[in-house]
């Protein structure tokens, strides 16, 4: 979806591409309207052109757009362009934990790096959402360090009728290193994001994931 960089998807001109992955591209825009940068995520999906998957996009994006949380990245606003689906969130220029993967650390600072996304989750379950795809690559390193989960939702909009889909690339909905054993059938629940969660701790503390 490269071919989208300087081009506009409603009010918000697309600047660069910052990542990229089997279920969505995320991109560097500006909103010309409140003139600041932002972050939209254009769901990579051939349902993208069916009406029903549309809808279902949408009703989706309301739900996630309701969730205010100081440790869950906003949904600011959301769209559609040439059957093209796309959340918009706030640009967070910190990067992401996976960038501290790979040389260990005390089980301690693990856990105190990972206490705000684990209070996040308890507030989405609390309001029946279930992230689905918990991962280093998905917490944000806000002012200081400060962890945010972003994601919600979008392994959702890609599920029909409880089933797992896969798509164009070959990947399943979530990231096969952090997903529980239920999640390979299509079931998800809260105990899924925990199950997750506990596998970011092991890789932090260990340095490498434990399978």
């Known amino acids: 979806m490269s071919d989208i960089i300087g081009k506009t998807l409603g009010r918000y001109h697309v600047i660069e591409q910052l990542g990229e992955g089997g279920m969505a591209s995320v991109y560097k825009a500006f909103d010309s309207t409140l003139e600041r940068h932002v972050a939209i995520k254009v769901i990579r999906t051939e349902k993208?052109?069916?009406?029903?998957?549309?809808?279902?996009f949408q009703r989706e994006a309301r739900a996630l757009a309701k969730l205010d949380h100081p440790y869950i990245l906003k949904v600011l606003d959301?769209?559609?362009?040439?059957g093209m689906p796309y959340l918009v969130m706030p640009f967070v220029p910190g990067g992401t934990?996976?960038?501290?993967?790979?040389?260990?650390?005390s089980y301690d600072k693990a856990a105190a790096i990972l206490a705000p996304v684990a209070r996040a989750l308890e507030y989405a379950h609390q309001q029946q959402i279930i992230h689905r795809d918990v991962k280093p690559a998905n917490i944000l390193l806000g002012q200081g360090e400060t962890p945010l989960l972003s994601d919600f939702g979008v392994a959702k909009m890609l599920e029909t009728?409880?089933?797992?889909?896969l798509t164009g690339t070959g990947v399943g909905i979530g990231t096969p290193d952090y997903m529980a054993p239920e999640q390979w059938t299509g079931k998800a629940d809260s105990r899924?994001?925990?199950?997750?969660?506990?596998?970011?701790?092991?890789?932090?503390?260990?340095?490498?994931r434990p399978y």
């Open 192 to 208: 899924t994001d925990i199950y997750a969660l506990g596998i970011v701790f092991y890789e932090l503390v260990v340095g490498r």
């Open 78 to 82: 959301y769209g559609e362009q040439d």
């Open 161 to 165: 009728k409880g089933e797992t889909q």
């Open 48 to 56: 993208g052109r069916d009406e029903d998957f549309l809808r279902r």
């Open 97 to 105: 934990l996976k960038s501290k993967l790979g040389r260990g650390m």
